[in-house]
């Protein structure tokens, strides 16, 4: 069985344009799939392994409806590779992350034309966890229409 779903598209925009969204935290609302997204509680452009950045976020199923995601920034290499481990804080503030990850790979095809690869893989999701949340949790669908409101973004920007 599978853990993964990865997802391709060839984007009509410069690596750099499709890096610079998906490096601004304000803009993934925009290029969410599942719409759970709200807003980025952290605004600084994403820099460096280890980063921390901040989602308020909206779902049906979730006990308090209203929350909030940690993101922790895993990888990340200029117009080449940016990923992010989900968690949330614990009451005493400390970070916890839940073992699934969301990696985005640009390739450039030319100048003008990028090829992302969005991979969102829970394999290391511990089986507690798994008792809580199915996994996925959304289908492949959402991650397709993440990679098309990407493309639509970053083809209008560039």
Do not use: C
């Not at 598209?9 to 890096?19: I, L, N, Q």
């Not at 605004?43 to 409806?65: C, N, S, W």
Request: proline content about 8%; hydrophobic content about 40%; cysteine-free.
């Amino acid at each position: 069985m599978t853990e993964t779903l990865i997802v391709s598209s060839t984007v009509e925009a410069p690596a750099g344009a499709v890096f610079a969204i998906l490096a601004d935290p304000a803009t993934h609302k925009d290029i969410d799939g599942t719409g759970w997204l709200r807003k980025a509680l952290d605004d600084e452009p994403l820099t460096e392994v280890g980063q921390i950045f901040r989602i308020a976020m909206y779902h049906d199923d979730h006990p308090d409806k209203h929350y909030e995601m940690a993101n922790k920034v895993i990888a990340i290499e200029p117009d080449r590779v940016i990923a992010w481990e989900p968690g949330s804080a614990a009451a005493d503030g400390s970070l916890a992350f839940g073992g699934w990850t969301w990696r985005y790979d640009l390739a450039p095809v030319a100048d003008d034309r990028t090829e992302v690869t969005l991979t969102y893989d829970w394999s290391n999701v511990p089986a507690e966890l798994r008792e809580h949340i199915p996994f996925p949790p959304f289908p492949v669908s959402h991650v397709e229409n993440s990679l098309g409101n990407l493309a639509e973004m970053a083809m209008a920007r560039s």
